[in-house]
Structure formats: C-alpha cells, structure tokens
C-alpha cells in the first residue's frame, strides 16, 4: 500500500522569504500524480500544485513550486516570497492511476506553516 | 459555478442517533469520495464511488455507509454515530482518470 510521510509537523517562515515543505511517499507503481493542497483556516481544501510521475520537469505554479525526485520518492514544495495569506496546513496527497482505488487520495498528516511579519 | 456542496456544514448530536450528511456536485463527475480529518492524522478516506451503483470501502470506512443512486449525489450515512466519529468530514469528485479532486466545504460532526 502506499503511503505519504510529511516529516515537518510545524514550519515557520517570515514574510517575504523562501521556505520549503518535504514530503516523501512509498509506492511500487511507476505512474502516478502527487499534489500539494492548502487548507487556511477556513478549512476549505485548495490544490496548490501537481505533478505527473512520467514528466520529468518540476511543476511550477507562480510562487509555488516543487522539487520532484522520482527516484528519491521525494516530492518537496517550495514557497517564494512567502505572505501572510500563505499561513495555513499544507498536505501532501498522492493519487494512483491505474488498478484497483484509482483516483484515491492518499494524504500526509500535514505541515503546519505560520508565516511571521 | 462548479461546485461541490454539502449539507449541514455543522451537526451536534448524540450517541446512537441516526444521520445523513449530503454531498452533491454540479460537475457530472464519475468518481466520489468521502474523507474524514483528524488533527495529527491529515485526511483518510472512508468510501469512494466510481460510478452510480458502484461505491467501495476506503481506509477506515467502519460505522459508516454510503449509496450512490444518482450520478451528482453521494450521501455519507452514520446509522449509530459514536464519539469517536467526531471529525471533520470532505465529500470530494473528480472525472477519472483525470486528477483533480474538488473538494466540498466540510462538515464538522460533533457525537455527544
């Protein structure tokens, strides 16, 4: 089964920096997407990036971006110019393709990120 | 505006009552799926639908059920809820084998 390890329960970052959230996952399957989604306290789920296993460039969405090593199984999110509003739990999901489950979300435990002014 | 909804947003209620949570999207999507969040345990998937007529169990679908009858509704059924069914509850869908997921707004359970 696979399985989704977020190793930073809490990340701070102040405004205007960079900061950058880990995230590894577990799995025998060669294709597959992995996402980042954001929930700010209003507990709505907000897909910030993803990234299919068969591209080899790292996606990139304006300040959001992720440093994908397939071979690693190791899917980081890195924040630019951090703001105020990017303050909020970030999880990392995985989603297989193929076979049986297909489209499950596997979720991390989260990292919560607080950003100071 | 596409959407998923669910009712009610926030429930209290007590031991061994029975109740449904709805969950409904306007996008005619094929797959569906329920979540439950508990803090320190992120999101874990109780049942998902692949299609009208076709629901399977997820990670921890224990004291829950679910039908899917039509294509846009998918309702979470707690036929004697307990305390430990406190939590936060997402309804999401998607298009297979596409992979976004759009999630509904959540609903806060509280068991007394």
């Known amino acids: 089964a696979q399985t989704v390890t977020q190793s930073q329960p809490e990340m701070s970052v102040q405004e205007a920096e960079t900061v950058t959230l880990s995230c590894t996952y577990d799995t025998s399957e060669s294709d597959y997407y992995l996402f980042w989604y954001k929930q700010p306290p209003s507990r709505q789920m907000i897909l910030v990036i993803r990234?299919?296993?068969?591209?080899?460039q790292n996606a990139t969405e304006n300040r959001f971006s992720v440093n994908f090593q397939k071979a690693a199984k190791s899917f980081s999110l890195k924040i630019s110019d951090s703001q105020l509003g990017d303050a909020a739990m970030y999880f990392c999901?995985?989603?297989?393709?193929?076979?049986?489950?297909?489209?499950?979300?596997?979720f991390g435990k989260g990292t919560k990120l607080s950003v100071k002014p | 505006e596409a959407q998923v909804t669910q009712n009610p947003r926030y429930l209290i209620t007590v031991t061994g009552k029975k109740l449904t949570v709805t969950c409904s999207q306007n996008m005619n999507h094929e797959y569906m799926s329920w979540y439950r969040q508990d803090p320190g345990l992120g999101l874990r998937q109780i049942y998902y639908?692949?299609?009208?007529?076709?629901?399977d169990k997820g990670d921890v679908p224990e004291g829950y059920k679910v039908s899917r009858k039509e294509k846009r509704n998918f309702p979470l059924i707690l036929e004697s809820p307990s305390p430990n069914q406190t939590s936060l509850y997402f309804c999401?869908?998607?298009?297979?084998?596409?992979?976004?997921?759009?999630f509904g707004p959540g609903t806060r359970l509280t068991v007394t």
């Open positions: 990234q299919e296993a068969y591209k080899q």
């Open positions: 999901a995985y989603r297989r393709i193929q076979g049986g489950s297909q489209g499950n979300l596997i």
């Open positions: 999401a869908s998607s298009f297979i084998p596409t992979y976004e997921q759009y």
């Open positions: 639908s692949m299609n009208v007529e076709v629901t």
